[in-house]
């Protein structure tokens, strides 16, 4: 089916929905501020991995796969770092590789695509220092006391991405008034380090050894791997203020440019049992404490059954609606004997609901129905309804009850074991050739010998490995 919808987002630099038109088709770009590795990341964390990862699945989806660049950074320099790692008495780079491989690990369970780069803060100090030198050359930026700031009223929009003026901004923002700084609003982008804080020889001017301030890391990693202007900046809501509004300072002012990214998506708040989440109410709850009760894929349900954009409240009961949905698709895949195969398309009425500002709970929702057409034995429905749950970034191939392995098959008649495991090479053989009428044929006629075949993705070398099993 074609897909005629054009991609909508929501862009809150314009606040209205648009349409998606890429600088360039062939090279879709995207940035997402990724985690500050010193510690397991929480749910909330977990909203944007997962928003975004839809996001560059329906990228990929519309642009092909080689054609979306996607960078989520990762900030292994920051004050909170150097206080845990002093405290657990270890040293910053353990504590930052250890919490690195951690923050892998969840998001993995969680169905999350390895964004196309990872940079770290730490291998990109000399892009900071070059923007850094950049803003203080075009009056954009000063030295004071060891610190470079930059000089917010040398910008005149500034304050657009949160559509607050300067004068609202000062009000509403906790600003440190230091002595060295010209004006409130003025923000570091580098300041000394303490003796024992990691550092690094400073921007011209400055003779002291330093450290980068966190906005500038954004500007400087988005700008090497992305360029001055890039497609989509993403993050959550929370950010929009000043971490995003400092960003686009920053790197339109180092680049003379009219904006830094031309669509900006924010995803709403995360609560938990309808309250803030915090350590001193006891509701924090990391990504691992989930994955110990809860599978990935029941976590990721969960939070695409709310709207990106829309605040969300983490409840117990909606993860147990969430499993039992997935209990029951899971029941519903086995009795099709189900297996994703490699020609199914996705559904055109979920493409058309994910470019609709990713709207995953209408997506969902037309799930629900795919699936019910599809227990009432309508094949095609079926696999519409496992290439479009793949394509959300749900592991359709693990629905199945646990499948053994056909050399594991315990089949008593070794004449009959000889004979599917010609046919399954024989089916294998005409999907290579895309003969995909002659593979269905295949597995249509050892159905009716009672002979299921399952189909799965061997994550290790991309290849469909069919095994089999006799249906009870
Ligand atoms: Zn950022």
Redesign the pocket.
């Known amino acids: 089916m074609a897909e005629l919808q054009s991609l909508r987002l929501y862009n809150t630099l314009t606040r209205r929905k648009e349409e998606f038109v890429p600088l360039d088709a062939q090279n879709v770009r995207m940035y997402v ?1 990724g985690p500050t590795v010193y510690d397991y990341a929480h749910i909330g964390n977990a909203r944007p991995v997962i928003v975004f990862d839809v996001l560059f699945r329906l990228l990929r989806h519309v642009y092909g796969a080689d054609h979306v660049k996607y960078v989520r950074n990762i900030t292994d320099v920051d004050d909170k770092i150097n206080a845990r790692a002093a405290d657990e008495g270890i040293s910053i780079r353990e504590l930052t590789e250890r919490t690195a491989k951690q923050f892998h690990d969840d998001i993995a369970a969680l169905g999350v695509l390895p964004p196309t780069v990872e940079p770290r803060a730490t291998e990109h100090i000399d892009e900071m220092k070059t923007l850094i030198e950049a803003l203080i050359a075009n009056g954009h930026a000063y030295a004071a006391e060891g610190h470079v700031l930059f000089d917010v009223p040398s910008m005149p929009d500034y304050g657009k991405l949160s559509n607050r003026t300067l004068d609202e901004m000062a009000a509403g923002a906790r600003v440190e008034v230091a002595p060295y700084k010209k004006d409130p609003m003025d923000f570091v982008l580098w300041k000394p380090s303490k003796p024992g804080e990691p550092s690094w020889p400073s921007p011209a001017g400055i003779t002291e050894p330093g450290r980068p301030g966190w906005h500038i890391e ?1 500007s400087a990693m988005a700008g090497k791997h992305l360029g001055d202007v890039f497609d989509i900046h993403g ?1 959550g809501i929370d ?1 929009v203020f000043p ?1 995003h509004e400092n ?1 686009i300072a920053q790197s339109r002012c180092a680049h003379g440019s009219q904006v830094m990214a031309r669509y900006w998506l924010h995803n709403g708040f995360l609560q938990v049992e309808g309250e803030k989440m915090s350590k001193s109410l006891g509701n924090f709850i990391t990504i691992h404490d989930l994955l110990q009760e809860w599978s990935g894929e029941v976590v990721r349900f969960n939070m695409l059954r709310t709207h990106y954009r829309q605040p969300i409240d983490w409840t117990r009961k909606a993860l147990e609606e969430s499993k039992a949905t997935l209990d029951r698709w899971g029941e519903i895949s086995d009795r099709i004997g189900g297996a994703l195969l490699e020609h199914a398309l996705p559904d055109g009425a979920v493409i058309d609901a994910l470019k609709d500002d990713l709207n995953t709970p209408l997506a969902i929702a037309r799930l629900h129905e795919l699936a019910k057409d599809a227990r009432s034995g309508d094949n095609a429905s079926g696999e519409k309804w496992l290439a479009s749950a793949a394509l959300m970034g749900f592991d359709v191939a693990r629905w199945h009850a646990p499948v053994q392995s056909a050399d594991l098959v315990e089949v008593t008649d070794p004449d009959l074991a000889v004979r599917v495991n010609t046919l399954v090479a024989q089916r294998g053989e005409a999907r290579k050739a895309k003969n995909f009428k002659e593979a269905d044929r295949i597995r249509d006629e050892l159905a009716a010998s009672g002979v299921i075949l399952k189909d799965a993705k061997d994550t290790a070398t991309g290849e469909i490995v069919t095994t089999w099993e006799l249906a009870r």
């Open positions: 501020c954004c993050g950010l971490h960003e």
